[in-house]
């Protein structure tokens, strides 16, 4: 499901089916940054659009949570939490490139997948990175389904 | 001073006109809604999108087939990939659609080992006959679409889907 009002209402009525929140975790960077910073997060939105569409009737793609340098990720990470506590879903997946939140230990089961530059890529190689990526992630997601 | 204030006329005019504006807005934006839709939608229902796959090269067993088309949603445009489970039957082509009838997931054929001849949603463990119909007991509650297909020089076209003739 996306983030979407017809999206949500289906989810209201089938909440123990659609029973987990992916959220991407967004940076911007700022100077120097910016573009590799966007080019990461062009990956990873187009990479969480394509988990939704193969999960789309168990998983709820949250629009993208973002963040900048100069915020406090643990303090971010924990009203996060706090508030994600809060929606009825069982599971909550986070999705990031950047490797400081499993890393650092924040969010200590945030799915880390290192970014691929897309956009110097043909609409064939894109669709076929992406799914390389997919079908590694894939296994992750179906193991905390089981496990938790 | 008095050249600032605005006089009762013009209040008066600036209001119908504000007014006058809201309602022909509101008259016009249906109207040219209804000029543009057509355009919107083009490339929806009754086109057929050519694939990559040759006709000549399928087997009885399904083979995934992508396709991309370009699709209008709002201002939002965005060239959507869609897939296809293609096989051949005797002398005729059948294309299903990959999106499992309990919440839209995307199904996979022999996705689970243990039913390797079957369609598998690996989000509740739906399953589905070759032929798109469901397994009786598991979350999805119909057969899979069915896609519209076209052949021409020996290439695949997929049309529109339809609810699955072959159950
Ligand atoms: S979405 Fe396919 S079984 Fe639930």
């Known amino acids: 499901?996306?983030?979407?009002?017809?999206?949500?209402?289906?989810?209201?009525?089938?909440?123990?089916?659609?029973?987990?929140?992916?959220?991407?975790?967004?940076?911007?960077?700022?100077?120097?940054?910016?573009?590799?910073?966007?080019?990461?997060?062009?990956?990873?939105?187009?990479?969480?659009?394509?988990?939704?569409?193969?999960?789309?009737?168990?998983?709820?793609?949250?629009?993208?949570?973002?963040?900048?340098?100069?915020?406090?990720?643990?303090?971010?990470?924990?009203?996060?939490?706090?508030?994600?506590?809060?929606?009825?879903?069982?599971?909550?997946?986070?999705?990031?490139?950047?490797?400081?939140?499993?890393?650092?230990?924040?969010?200590?089961?945030?799915?880390?997948?290192?970014?691929?530059?897309?956009?110097?890529?043909?609409?064939?190689?894109?669709?076929s990175v992406l799914e390389d990526q997919v079908r590694q992630i894939i296994p992750v997601l179906t193991a905390r389904w089981t496990s938790e | 001073m008095s050249n600032t204030r605005v006089s009762r006329r013009q209040f008066l005019n600036y209001t119908l006109m504000g007014v006058g504006g809201f309602m022909a807005s509101g008259m016009l934006m249906p109207m040219i809604r209804f000029a543009v839709d057509p355009v919107l939608e083009a490339g929806a229902a009754g086109d057929y999108i050519p694939t990559s796959q040759k006709v000549s090269e399928l087997t009885e067993e399904p083979v995934r087939v992508d396709f991309t088309y370009d699709q209008v949603d709002g201002w939002y445009e965005s060239e959507v990939t869609g897939t296809a489970w293609v096989y051949r039957e005797g002398d005729k082509v059948v294309a299903l659609s990959p999106v499992c009838k309990h919440l839209g997931c995307t199904v996979n054929w022999a996705g689970d080992s243990e039913h390797p001849n079957q369609f598998f949603c690996p989000c509740h463990a739906g399953r589905y006959e070759k032929n798109g119909q469901n397994v009786p007991g598991t979350p999805p509650t119909g057969p899979l679409d069915e896609f519209d297909v076209k052949i021409e020089d020996d290439l695949l076209y997929l049309g529109a889907t339809k609810p699955n003739t072959l159950v």
């Open chain 1, 1 to 127: 499901m996306n983030w979407t009002a017809n999206d949500l209402d289906l989810y209201m009525q089938q909440q123990e089916y659609i029973d987990t929140a992916l959220i991407p975790l967004v940076h911007i960077g700022g100077g120097g940054a910016m573009k590799q910073s966007a080019s990461s997060a062009e990956f990873l939105m187009n990479l969480s659009a394509f988990i939704e569409r193969q999960f789309k009737g168990r998983v709820v793609l949250f629009p993208a949570f973002s963040y900048t340098d100069g915020n406090d990720k643990s303090r971010l990470a924990s009203e996060w939490e706090a508030s994600i506590s809060d929606m009825p879903f069982k599971h909550v997946f986070y999705l990031t490139t950047d490797p400081s939140w499993s890393r650092e230990g924040i969010i200590g089961d945030a799915i880390w997948i290192p970014s691929i530059p897309l956009e110097s890529m043909d609409k064939k190689l894109k669709q």
